[in-house]
């Protein structure tokens, strides 16, 4: 298979910035919806996969080359997995300190002592023609009793890895994407790449 170039799903320059400099080394051109003026495609499912999927296959189909899509959100055992997929829209206006104090009160009135929780991402590479890839990541840990941490971004300051004692706003980018779970959604997509270009 021939990758020169991928659209990347998404309007987030952060996250068009991240795929760009992954996707670097493989000599693959980046070209992000936005650029390429195509809608945003709504998320209408209720898993990390039917959403990155519906996304991917919807601008693949659209523009004619291969799409690469994610979706990804934090689960909290207590809450039943909530807010998963729509961790985004859970903060209201997308403020997450709001978001963050939301779901710690929640946490704190719920019965469970437990304070078990995931970032869940999975990825999706949709062909033009049909087709779709998906690698996944995942990263266990715990939520901490106070926001703590100025990095990152979302949920990262109340997300402490498991055999870690930080949170995630307190790990450095790199340290973070070592052990995130959209870091290892990008090593699954990336053993794809190397073996199919191999
Ligand atoms: P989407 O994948 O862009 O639909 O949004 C996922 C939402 O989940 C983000 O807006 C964040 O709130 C949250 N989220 C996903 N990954 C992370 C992360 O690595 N750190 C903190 N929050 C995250």
Same mark, same amino acid.
């Given at each position: 298979?021939?990758?020169?170039?991928?659209?990347?799903?998404?309007?987030?320059?952060?996250?068009?910035?991240?795929?760009?400099?992954?996707?670097?080394?493989?000599?693959?051109?980046?070209?992000?919806?936005?650029?390429?003026?195509?809608?945003?495609?709504?998320?209408?499912?209720?898993?990390?996969?039917?959403?990155?999927?519906?996304?991917?296959?919807?601008?693949?189909?659209?523009?004619?080359?291969?799409?690469?899509?994610?979706?990804?959100?934090?689960?909290?055992?207590?809450?039943?997995?909530?807010?998963?997929?729509?961790?985004?829209?859970?903060?209201?206006?997308?403020?997450?300190? *709001? $978001?963050?104090?939301?779901?710690? &009160? =929640?946490? /704190? #009135?719920?019965?469970?002592?437990?304070? !078990?929780?995931?970032?869940?991402?999975?990825?999706?590479?949709?062909?033009?023609?049909?087709?779709?890839?998906?690698?996944?990541?995942?990263?266990?840990?715990?939520?901490?009793?106070?926001?703590?941490?100025?990095?990152?971004?979302?949920?990262?300051?109340?997300?402490?890895? *498991? $055999?870690?004692?930080?949170?995630? &706003? =307190?790990? /450095? #980018?790199?340290?973070?994407?070592?052990? !995130?779970?959209?870091?290892?959604?990008?090593?699954?997509?990336?053993?794809?790449?190397?073996?199919?270009?191999?």
């Amino acid at each position: 298979m021939k990758f020169e170039k991928i659209v990347v799903a998404s309007h987030n320059q952060g996250k068009i910035n991240e795929f760009k400099t992954m996707l670097e080394p493989y000599h693959i051109e980046v070209v992000s919806a936005g650029e390429l003026e195509l809608p945003d495609v709504e998320e209408t499912g209720t898993t990390f996969e039917e959403n990155a999927r519906l996304k991917a296959e919807t601008l693949a189909a659209q523009c004619g080359l291969p799409c690469l899509a994610d979706d990804s959100g934090l689960c909290v055992n207590a809450l039943d997995g909530r807010p998963g997929v729509y961790s985004a829209r859970y903060a209201p206006n997308r403020d997450f300190n *709001k $978001g963050m104090e939301m779901l710690l &009160a =929640e946490l /704190s #009135k719920s019965r469970s002592k437990d304070r !078990s929780a995931y970032f869940a991402c999975v990825l999706a590479l949709a062909m033009p023609g049909g087709g779709c890839q998906i690698f996944e990541g995942r990263v266990d840990g715990e939520i901490a009793l106070e926001p703590r941490g100025a990095a990152g971004f979302g949920y990262d300051p109340i997300f402490v890895p *498991k $055999g870690y004692d930080r949170t995630f &706003a =307190e790990f /450095s #980018k790199e340290a973070k994407n070592q052990i !995130s779970h959209r870091g290892r959604a990008f090593g699954q997509f990336e053993n794809f790449l190397k073996a199919s270009l191999a």
